[in-house]
């Protein structure tokens, strides 16, 4: 039986995403960027202070392997070029962030969160879901996610407070990045979602760093 072309691309899309995905929860992330903790001193921590650090980090990196599959889902239901230019962008810049999380998660002497497999496959018909929404329903929906992010790494910079220097940089970097991402999108139209979704965004949000804070 001849496999037309629309097959066969089809077939290589999915190869090529199924890659992607064990490369993300599998692999050693290497980033294109020095970490912005990297210029920053190792200062003498207290056990709790190290563990509670470690467990912030692991729930960013979760954040993180999210963020992939989320950008991952919306390109493969978008057609424009323009949105999908932008998710490629950000989604560059989030691999810096899940690379930047997972270092300093070692140095911390953590360890990756169980659950990420699930969140990632969650996430990813989460991402493909919205991109079938339309492109500005789309864009909402990254604008909003980001936005969550946010609020999300503000409260881990309060929480860490004065302590652990080389963690706070990497946040702060990340959440400013997090910031351009949303006004990407809403510079290309993003739509302002419904409050009963931008509600049940962070209802799963806290469901997912809440388990991955302690798995």
């Not at 066969?8 to 993300?24: P, Y």
């Not at 980001?146 to 652990?164: A, S, T």
């Not at 990497?170 to 809403?186: F, K, N």
């Amino acid at each position: 039986m001849e496999i037309s072309n629309t097959t066969r691309f089809d077939l290589d899309r999915c190869i090529l995403e199924f890659d992607r995905a064990v490369r993300i929860l599998y692999g050693e992330p290497v980033a294109r960027r020095p970490s912005p903790a990297d210029g920053v001193a190792e200062e003498d921590l207290r056990d709790e202070v190290r563990r509670d650090a470690a467990a912030l980090m692991r729930v960013n990196h979760c954040g993180e392997v999210c963020a992939q599959a989320l950008y991952q889902g919306q390109a493969l239901a978008s057609s424009n070029d323009d949105l999908k230019g932008a998710l490629a962008k950000a989604a560059r810049e989030e691999a810096d962030h899940l690379a930047w999380s997972a270092q300093r998660i070692r140095e911390l002497g953590g360890r990756l969160s169980l659950l990420n497999p699930l969140w990632y496959a969650g996430s990813m018909a989460l991402g493909y879901a919205a991109g079938r929404l339309g492109e500005r329903w789309n864009l909402g929906f990254l604008a909003e996610t980001e936005r969550q992010v946010e609020q999300h790494l503000q409260g881990h910079v309060e929480k860490l407070g004065g302590r652990d220097a080389k963690t706070r940089a990497v946040i702060e970097s990340m959440q400013g990045e997090e910031a351009g991402h949303r006004r990407t999108a809403e510079a290309l139209g993003a739509r302002e979602l419904p409050e009963p979704a931008r509600l049940g965004m962070r209802l799963a949000a806290r469901l997912m760093t809440t388990l991955s804070y302690w798995i």
